[in-house]
């Protein structure tokens, strides 16, 4: 893709594109036409030729040759070409993923002045999108201006989505604003636009206000939303949707049925996800997939295990997706052994080469198990050069088992690899605090504050009634909420009667027991269960954190299960744990 990128801006810059700044008052350039049609000119080189056969000489041109020597071709040949001919070709090499190739038959339609008609833009500027060519998309656009195209529905839906993928949701939607007409692909095309922005509360939005205007959704529409519901957590509206698509009775295709399967799953409901996969008629690897790493992600590794057995016997044939969600199975659950056969299979067996992030399983695996003389060895017989993941995670190890000097290699690498990351910093930190190193953890405090460096704070959410409720790590009596101080009070007391004891030991510094504490009980996910257990009377609470759960409020919330009597599901960045009764599903291995 590089090299098609280096080519296509060769030739955007040698065969006519300018990127023009869209505004109502501005007139744009455009190539004088001559009265005489292009296919009637004279030019002393034109020969006769059928279009199959051009065809096929201009692929073999710009395979070999790449841009260049290709556009003579289309002077060379021009009596046999027409805008026919000019869409018939772009459509093939968008759709065949050979997106440089499209854009430069446009870039020759315009320097021929054979104009585009409706039927050209929806492709191009697929593969624009494709291209992340934000500056020829809005030329293109220009162009679509120019000749009149304004309302055409399928070349400004082709242009949402088109600013949607180029990072430019922003456009995109005032784009969308602007239109005179929509159809349900045009509604798809923006909730796709916020979806790749990661702006999935603005696409959740989209959906609500598509589903006012009176459009019917379709399934694709279902699957973009119900992806929006999977990286928000929010199991109400996901369910909701589910709803409405049984009540609407839409298809529940493979891809319905496995955006469902995906939804479910990362809002911690298993349960529901497996009953949306047993009433599929039709699944294909990403659905046995997603089921896969549903159950890992949920603590469920054996059942995770049992269904890549029954897809084997199934005959379908695993794929790297499927192994990285058995791997990781395997390193929530501790399976050591189960990992080394699986990750062994993977290559003798199915003949798949294992990429960073298997290698990063089996680093995380053998490293929480212990093994890390093993897990150094898999390291230096990498044929990739490891990453910073690779070095996070063994670094994570090194502190769970006190290995000091090699968390101290490990840091070295990371600070080759991500000087700027505040993670590093902090873990290198908790491993010098578990041996009360506090000259160290001083040092690693002022490189930090010498670098301008900071760690991500810590936010969790709560959804209680179709509204989320979001927490930062701080205390609450000075953001004025003494309501939620007061139930973190009472909390700490009820659960140490209860056997709760404050694992002050991760403090990243050297001050007294009672400040530890202190810091300990503002965690974001307390000020979340909290809220939770103030605010809500369902018997499960769902909190979402973006950093990996600390002991201190793993402990917390598995005693606040069995003293409140909540089902308390916390979904951290790295997995779910479903807490009950006093226990967690992962067994305290995490």
Sequence with gaps: MKASLKTFTQFSSTYGFRAYTISASVDFPMREIPAQSHMNRKVACDKPIDQFSLMKLIDSSISSNEFAPTSLLFHEFSRSIDVNFCNTLIRRYTDSKNHSRAVFVYTQMRKLNILPDSSTFPSVLKSVAQLCCGEVGKSI???????GFTSDVYSNTALVYMYGICGQPDDAHQLFDEIPERNVVTWNSLITSYTHNRMFREAIDVFREMLASGVKPGEVTMVGVLSACSHLGTLSQGRWIHDYIVKNRLRVNVYVGTALIDMYAKCGDIDEAKKVFETMGLKNIYTWNVLISAYAMNGQGEAALQTFDRMIVEDLKPDHVTFLGVLCACCHQGFVEEGRRLFSSMINQFGLQPKIVHYGCMIDLLGRGGFLDEAMEIIHSMKLKPDAIIWRTLLGACRFHGREELGEFAFCKLLELEPTN????????????????????????????????????????????????????????????????????????????????????????????????????????????????????????????????????????KLASAVYKRNIVVRDIKRFHHFSGGLCSCKDYW
């Design 422 to 557: 505040g993670e590093n910093y902090v873990l290198i930190s908790n491993v010098h605090t578990q041996k009360k190193k506090w000259t160290e953890v001083g040092e690693v405090r002022e490189l930090m504050d010498s670098g301008g460096i900071k760690k991500i704070p810590g936010c969790s959410s709560i959804e209680i009634e179709n509204a989320v409720y979001e927490f930062k790590a701080s205390d609450p009596l000075k953001t004025g909420n003494e309501e939620i101080h007061k139930m973190l009070q009472d909390m700490k007391n009820q659960l140490k009667l209860a056997g709760y004891v404050p694992e002050t030991e991760i403090a990243l510094y050297d001050i007294n027991e009672e400040e530890k504490e202190h810091n300990l009980i503002y965690h974001s996910e307390k000020l979340a269960l909290a809220f939770g257990l103030l605010h809500s009377s369902d018997p499960t609470l769902r909190i979402m954190k973006n950093l990996r759960i600390c002991q201190d409020c793993h402990q917390f919330f």
């Design 141 to 147: 656009h220009c162009n679509a201006i120019q000749l």
